[in-house]
């Protein structure tokens, strides 16, 4: 009989952005009958510019999509942090009533998989009410983010303290989220993958002449840093793919936006870029991105030089480090950079390697287990 796994997060399996999510369920599904149901979204997230907008129309209806059958669950509004303190009693009660909402379709998935991964996030809230309809199911904790860096509220971190009981064992990409964890979770370190065939991809290059310079993605992504590199390194172009919301502060000659790009569309931007940016905000919680920044081990492995923030270099010899907001370190930074030129990768585990240890983490003796009482010390080391 084959397997029934559902996936939980905040992504959905269609948008043209791949995360670590998106790529262990492609390889999950080459072995088992995997849904991927995708929430918190809402007419708000329209507003906000969530990178599911473009998958509105699709909503509330089941598609499947490369083997893997997919939900978007749209509300009205969907509960979020509101960052205010006094408002706090009201966003507990909608969290609770969007529990309440939940489609029968989506409880009926719950009810009949055998394998629950809930990632980092709002899926959280469900974790007690999978464990009350489905009790031999395995539930899977897939810490991607700290909660609190990725500003999920308050009542999520409650929440994932409360139900810990409830989690068969929780898979981490950095042992600096391990403390994170509840003591009595099993947690098992499982690094991110990478996909071996871009190495063997060959692609034109899509820039002209001149040093180019390329930045992936949105999270935490802090604008000021090419306010100063553009007006430091005219004669640099700085390519900046798929930053989310951005302000006029990028409207530079040297600086070049791109919307959402699909993966395999972003390879050959890395690949005859000069250097790489993980342009990351500063954030004293984030030190976790080190391992788990999915474009700076996409740089890595592909042996481009990547410029980051100091928190997220991780003493890796190819990350030039700079602190946020200072132009004179930022110089720094992009002149090593461009100094050190390529370099040979190193071993990655693939994502099919990835996802048969998420789900069997005890088969492989490759992936360790985290003792609870080492967790919190292990994670200030990392940190």
């Not at 303190?85 to 529990?99: D, G, M, P, Q, V």
């Not at 609190?148 to 989690?167: D, F, H, N, Q």
């Not at 410029?307 to 270099?313: D, H, K, L, N, T």
């Not at 200072?326 to 990835?354: C, F, N, T």
């Amino acid at each position: 009989m084959t397997d029934r796994i559902l996936i939980i997060t905040g992504h959905d399996f269609r948008s043209p952005r791949r995360t670590t999510i998106h790529f262990v369920a492609q390889e999950l599904a080459k072995a088992a009958s995997v849904r991927f149901l995708s929430v918190g979204f809402s007419y708000l997230s329209l507003l906000k510019g969530d990178p599911r907008s473009g998958l509105a129309e699709l909503a509330n209806t089941a598609s499947y999509v490369n083997g893997v059958e997919c939900y978007l669950w749209k509300t009205l509004v969907h509960p979020f942090n509101t960052k205010v303190r006094s408002l706090r009693w009201l966003e507990r009660a909608h969290f609770k009533y969007y529990k309440s909402l939940l489609p029968k379709k989506i409880a009926s998935w719950m009810g009949e998989a055998q394998t629950i991964i809930v990632e980092t996030g709002l899926g959280i809230i469900f974790i007690e009410m999978i464990r009350n309809m489905n009790p031999g199911a395995n539930i899977i904790y897939f810490a991607s983010d700290d909660l609190a860096v990725i500003g999920c509220s308050p009542y999520i971190g409650t929440e994932l303290s409360r139900v810990a009981k409830c989690v068969n064992w929780a898979r981490v990409a950095s042992p600096a989220l391990a403390g994170r964890c509840a003591p009595d979770v099993p947690v098992y370190y499982i690094p991110h993958g990478v996909d071996h065939r871009i190495i063997g991809q060959e692609e034109a290059s899509p820039y002209g002449a001149g040093i180019h310079a390329v930045s992936v993605g949105s999270m935490l992504f802090d604008e000021s840093f090419f306010v100063l590199a553009a007006d430091q390194f005219p004669e640099v172009d700085f390519h900046v793919i798929g930053p989310g919301k951005t302000s006029h502060a990028l409207s530079r000659p040297n600086i070049h936006v791109y919307g959402e790009m699909k993966f395999a569309e972003t390879v050959k931007y890395i690949k005859h870029a000069k250097f790489c940016i993980a342009p990351y905000r500063r954030n004293s919680a984030a030190a976790y991105l080190a391992d788990t920044s999915l474009k700076l081990l996409q740089y890595e492995f592909l042996g481009q030089p990547a410029v980051c923030p100091s928190f997220a270099a991780g003493g890796r010899s190819h990350r030039f480090s700079y602190e946020p907001g200072d132009a004179d370190s930022i110089a720094q930074a992009i002149q090593s950079a461009m100094r050190q030129g390529k370099h040979k990768p190193g071993h990655y585990l693939s994502w099919a390697e990835v996802a048969k240890r998420v789900v069997n983490p005890g088969a492989y003796p490759d992936t360790p287990l985290l003792p609870a009482d080492g967790r919190a010390a292990l994670a200030r080391a990392v940190a």
